[in-house]
């Protein structure tokens, strides 16, 4: 496959645990958190964002948890399962200017590996 | 099905050679934007285009122009591409609300 990263940060968990995949951020001016998944040769796929004034979102299976007090976000996988090993990314998304579009700032990524 | 369509996958060429990858979504997105991915680097903006006729420079936009004459399509094209434009590009494009962008899956371009 196609690397996206070297020496990023890895996770390895056994199937059915549950993984947490940590993220520094650095705008305290951003309006979303959001997790993408990146498995190899695919692009990133959205898993779950999160607005600057909340704290906690539930998705299925996941769950994205933000600290503003110390700008950190965390996204935890539940049961985790070999189809959830990929590359994972946090972002920020700053709204431009009155409008609702904004750009992307990507973290570096993390290595997830489900062992079965 | 929705989708972000780029074209090609995969890309040789020579240096000063222009070239253009192609972008489409079918989803009548506003909002699309074009990123290089390297490694150790990550994901980078190279332009965003926030509706026809509306675009702008991202944090890497040195080399790249792009157009966008329809909602549709968000073209990148390379007038004379170098060895470091060499890389992993996505296009992706977004309604707007929230976090949800869609990203096609990649053209991987290398650049001798």
């Known amino acids: 496959g196609e690397s996206v990263g070297l020496h990023l940060p890895t996770l390895s968990v056994q199937e059915g645990d549950n993984s947490i995949i940590n993220c520094a951020y650095s705008?305290?001016?951003?309006?979303?958190f959001i997790w993408y998944k990146q498995e190899s040769g695919k692009g990133p796929q959205f898993i779950i964002d999160i607005r600057s004034n909340m704290d906690k979102r539930q998705g299925q299976r996941v769950t994205v948890l933000l600290n503003k007090t110390v700008k950190h976000l965390s996204l935890q996988i539940a049961a985790t399962q070999p189809g959830d090993s990929a590359v994972y990314f946090c972002a920020e998304k700053k709204h431009a200017g009155g409008t609702s579009y904004g750009k992307l700032t990507f973290g570096q990524g993390t290595i997830l590996t489900v062992h079965p | 099905e929705a989708q972000v369509t780029q074209n090609p996958r995969y890309l040789i060429t020579v240096t000063g050679k222009k070239l253009t990858v192609t972008c489409s979504q079918n989803m009548n997105h506003e909002y699309m934007s074009w990123y290089r991915q390297d490694p150790g680097l990550g994901l980078r903006q190279i332009y965003y285009?926030?509706?026809?006729?509306?675009?702008d420079k991202g944090d890497v936009p040195e080399g790249y122009k792009v157009s966008r004459k329809e909602k549709r399509n968000f073209p990148l094209i390379l007038e004379s591409p170098s060895p470091n434009q060499t890389s992993l590009y996505f296009c992706a494009s977004s309604l707007g609300q929230g976090g949800g962008y869609t990203f096609g899956s990649g053209t991987r371009l290398t650049v001798v």
């Open positions: 285009s926030m509706n026809v006729e509306v675009t």
């Open positions: 705008n305290s001016a951003s309006d979303y």
